[in-house]
Nanobody, 117 residues
């Protein structure tokens, strides 16, 4: 199983970024997909998830300025982040198949997002 994250880069504060995660999962449509991030010196934190029914949940830190979607035909999930802040700077990871809250069976390699002030 492979999860590959794309779309990181350098963006100015106030800007937007759309990340993507491609998953080599045969039953992708049945899995809850999630995104986490880890800033330098901080613990990994949950950002957003979308389940098989396309129900979503967001961390308070991004609620109202983030939207997660999925394309089951492409085995992909897309978090859109708007109104980015310097504190959004982190390595962003996608994850698949929730075992329990914030615990997932599969993890991608991460993509770096840097927000300049």
């Amino acid at each position: 199983v492979q999860l590959q994250a794309f779309g990181g880069g350098l963006v100015q504060a106030g800007g937007s970024l759309r990340l993507s995660c491609a998953a080599s999962l045969r039953t992708f449509r049945s899995y809850t997909m999630a995104w986490f991030r880890q800033a330098p010196g901080k613990e990994r934190e949950f950002i957003a998830l979308i389940d098989w029914n396309r129900d979503t949940d967001y961390a308070d830190s991004v609620k109202g300025r983030s939207a997660i979607s999925r394309d089951n035909a492409k085995n992909a999930v897309y978090p859109q982040m708007n109104s980015l802040k310097p504190e959004d700077t982190a390595v962003y990871y996608c994850a698949a198949q929730r075992i329990r809250v914030n615990e997932y069976r599969y993890w991608g390699q991460g993509t770096l997002v840097t927000v300049s002030s």
